[in-house]
Antibody, heavy 118, light 112 residues
């Protein structure tokens, strides 16, 4: 069974940093791209970034709203992906989901809540 | 960026009746491999989104056959042949032809 488990969320002050983890199991992690999607309370879904697999040179891409502040990485030996978030703003407050994509996004984690507030 | 627009915003439905959600993209979603890069997800209350339909018209594993997807190019539709109480939630279409991936604004389906 494919499982994606996010962790690392919490309360952080504006301007602060946080690193989220996405632990994967039940599939060959190194074959898949990992995408991160977030959802502010009562709002819709927003794609924020992705990292491809090794054959695709671990290519990354980001939404304009987070480019230069967020970094996606992965450790295939640990079946884990990461989302490093710097210079956090109040508008980054949301549930953050990691997702798996092969030809399409087919599995989502349960999400981890990030709250940016003073 | 590709803009994806969903309608309606809200959809009250009677159990046993059909329902339909529309999704329109600002650019054609036809991939070079011949499929349409448009997927449908359902987010039930308090849960993560779950895949319903992939590549415009393919039901995901375990999805009841009352759900169907159709369309090509820029216009897509999700249909529920007979709505059941468990189908309530917010439905999203999403294009993954190119980054940034973009979602429709969501359609909230509720039981009348």
């Amino acid at each position: 069974e494919v499982q994606l488990v996010e962790s690392g969320g919490g309360l952080v002050q504006p301007g602060g940093s946080l690193k989220l983890s996405c632990s994967a199991s039940g599939f060959t992690f190194s074959d898949s791209a990992i995408h991160w999607v977030r959802q502010a309370a009562g709002k819709g879904l927003e794609w924020i970034g992705r990292i491809k697999n090794k054959p695709q040179n671990y290519a990354t891409a980001y939404a304009a709203s987070v480019k230069g502040r967020f970094t996606v990485s992965r450790d295939d030996s640990q079946n884990t992906a990461y989302l490093q978030m710097n210079s956090l703003r109040t508008e980054d407050t949301a549930i953050y989901y990691c997702t798996r994509r092969e030809t399409f996004i087919d599995h989502w984690g349960q999400g981890t809540l990030v709250t940016v507030s003073s | 960026d590709i803009v994806v627009t969903q309608s309606p915003l809200s959809l009250p439905v009677t159990p046993g009746e059909p329902a339909s959600i529309s999704c329109t993209s600002s650019q054609r979603l036809l991939h070079s491999s011949g499929y349409n890069s448009l997927n449908w997800y359902l987010q039930k209350p308090g849960q993560s989104p779950q895949l319903l339909i992939y590549l415009a018209s393919n039901r995901a594993s375990g999805v009841p056959d009352r759900f169907s997807g159709s369309g090509s190019g820029t216009d897509f539709t999700l249909k529920i042949s007979r709505v059941e109480a468990e189908d309530v939630g917010v439905y999203y279409c999403m294009q993954d032809l190119q980054v940034p991936l973009t979602f429709g604004g969501g359609t909230k389906v509720e039981i009348k």
